[in-house]
């Protein structure tokens, strides 16, 4: 039987994680997106921490107008500022099983904007 589309995500999703994993000098941007919404956060796995956090549902991001790459791309700048005020300019991009292209690559350019290295 086809996997349905979700367990073949997660199964791309652990397969990325055997490899990408997070330091505290180099933590993980991990991303989950939904049909409406986006979160990315920094985690520090060997710490098992959350360093920073941002959604499209913060009350800055969710005011905003536009289509959903460009929120994602706000939620990408406002992650990347809350990353480099808690000290993080490097990071490993965790795309979660998504394919890297609309809202996963708009995220990833506002992070990149707003100053983080991957």
């Keep these: ?16 994680r055997k490899v990408v994993s997070g330091t505290e000098a180099r933590p993980r941007l991990a991303v989950y997106r939904s049909n409406k919404e986006i979160y990315a956060q920094v985690v520090d796995d060997v710490n098992g921490k959350t ?12 005011a905003a107008k ?12 406002a992650l990347g500022a809350k990353a480099l005020k808690a000290g993080v300019e490097t990071i490993a991009f965790d795309r979660g099983g998504y394919l890297y292209h609309g809202r996963i690559k708009s995220l990833a350019d506002g992070a990149r904007a707003a100053g983080l290295k991957f």
């Design 1 to 16: 039987m086809a996997l349905t589309k979700n367990e073949r995500r997660l199964r791309i999703k652990n397969r990325i």
């Design 51 to 62: 360093i920073a956090s941002s959604s499209s549902r913060d009350k800055d991001i969710s």
């Design 66 to 77: 536009g289509n959903k790459s460009e929120i994602a791309e706000l939620v990408g700048k």
